[in-house]
């Protein structure tokens, strides 16, 4: 159908969209964790007198995968659930926001963005039978929490990624408004 369009219905179709507010909806990301602290100001100047640059949640994921893990875009993108040009563009927008908050010495602030958390993988001991939650990204435990034994698997019920926020916060993706 469109590819008999011509150029001068292509233009209006786009002013429509832009005017209307029809732009294609953003996919959810997955993220393996929420961030430890999300928030980052320099050392000895109030609060109060610094501007703030906003960090997104798929943004921190992507500096995780990207400059801590060392997973070359292709495969950060994988964990993410996003094509890898779409990876490029989250990564690029965080390392330009993190510049800007050393650079000009501005606080960095972790929140928002349109994400999905990964769930808890699970664990069962074969000495014990225990059974135990770990959050993705936090590593395979050596041992069991309860007996201390070193035969150990992961459960095979609920494996994989989950459509929660985790700790029961609902379902779905958090899209949530930035400033």
Avoid at 27 to 37: K, Y
Avoid at 43 to 57: A, F, K
Wanted: with cysteine.
């Amino acid at each position: 159908m469109f590819q008999y369009l011509t150029y001068y219905e292509h233009i209006l179709i786009i002013r429509l969209n832009e005017e209307f507010g029809m732009a294609r909806p953003i996919n959810c990301r997955r993220v393996a964790s929420m961030p430890q602290a999300n928030y980052f100001k320099p050392r000895g100047i109030p609060l109060s007198e610094l501007e703030e640059v906003i960090l997104t949640i798929d943004e921190f994921e992507a500096i995780r995968l990207a400059d801590l893990e060392n997973l070359y875009q292709e495969q950060a993108a994988e964990k993410m659930k996003i094509s890898r040009p779409t990876f490029g563009r989250i990564i690029d927008s965080a390392h330009k926001k993190v510049a800007e908050a050393l650079v000009k010495g501005k606080a960095l602030k972790i929140e928002g963005g349109e994400f999905e958390m990964a769930e808890m993988r699970k664990f069962k001991c074969y000495e014990c039978q225990h059974t135990w939650e770990l959050p993705y990204g936090t590593g395979r435990p050596e041992t069991c929490p309860s007996c201390k034994s070193n035969k150990i698997r992961r459960a095979e019920e609920e494996r994989g990624y989950g459509r929660g926020l985790g700790r029961g916060q609902g379902r779905g993706c958090a899209r949530t408004q930035q400033k």
